[in-house]
């Protein structure tokens, strides 16, 4: 399996579900037939290249989920090579992207601390402040614009880099975060998540003072200790 994203449910409902009764709908075939002379002509005559990325990205998902078993047909296939762009790579249907899937084999490309916008860090800090004060710190996955800020950051960076901006960011994001819920406890020492933040407490946390605590450490950023002129770094 090179998948680590488990797609099988999108690819059953796309291309047609396994017979029971081992019959076929009208027009459709089993995979196990898809190289036999008779359905490559269907291909041909349809204008599908069989050597492109996209088909084998197709067929190769395909028979992932229905194991040779599962029917389809050649609408469907044509259909599904729009999903994948001419590298083979999936678009993410909610932003029309690429390069976001963690697969075995990109797996290595994602944990990495790569330069990502300016533009993006700001937003990113905007987005984390509105929400740690309107939720009182609470993460709340109902009401965050988060994957919006996300997606604008990915429409910037080129494709290979994708995994690795977003995993960039996540680290920034964690820290933005964690300098708020300590601007909050130093306002307030009994504070604690869920409860209302002492007013003007973030006031003083800027974007660049918290990013001039950081330092990269191999695939994370840490925040320095500044104890006794230490160099440890303390992970966030």
Do not use: H
């Amino acid at each position: 399996m090179s998948k680590i994203t488990d797609y099988s449910f999108l690819f059953q409902s796309m291309f047609g579900t396994k017979s029971t009764k081992g019959k076929s709908i009208t027009g459709s075939f089993q995979l196990s037939q898809l190289n036999s002379s008779s359905i490559q002509s269907q291909l041909k005559a349809a204008g599908i290249d069989t050597n492109s990325k996209q088909y084998k990205a197709v067929i190769k998902e395909m028979m992932r989920a229905g194991n040779g078993t599962m029917y389809t047909n050649i609408q469907c296939i044509k259909n599904s090579m729009k999903c994948y762009d001419k590298d083979g790579d999936y678009i993410n249907p909610r932003n029309g992207l690429a390069g976001l899937v963690l697969t075995d084999e990109n797996a290595g490309r994602q944990k990495r601390i790569i330069s990502i916008s300016e533009s993006s860090k700001d937003e990113m800090f905007e987005q984390t402040k509105k929400e740690f004060l309107r939720e009182n710190g609470v993460l709340n996955g109902d009401t965050t614009r988060r994957t919006d800020v996300y997606d604008n950051l990915y429409r910037k960076t080129k494709k290979d880099d994708r995994l690795a901006a977003g995993y960039t960011m996540g680290q920034y994001e964690r820290a933005y975060r964690q300098a708020f819920i300590s601007a909050a406890k130093a306002a307030d020492p009994s504070w604690e998540i869920g409860k209302s933040i002492p007013s003007g407490a973030l006031d003083g946390i800027t974007r660049e003072s918290v990013e001039s605590q950081l330092a990269k450490s191999g695939n994370k950023l840490v925040k320095r200790s500044s104890v006794s002129g230490s160099s440890l770094d303390i992970q966030i």
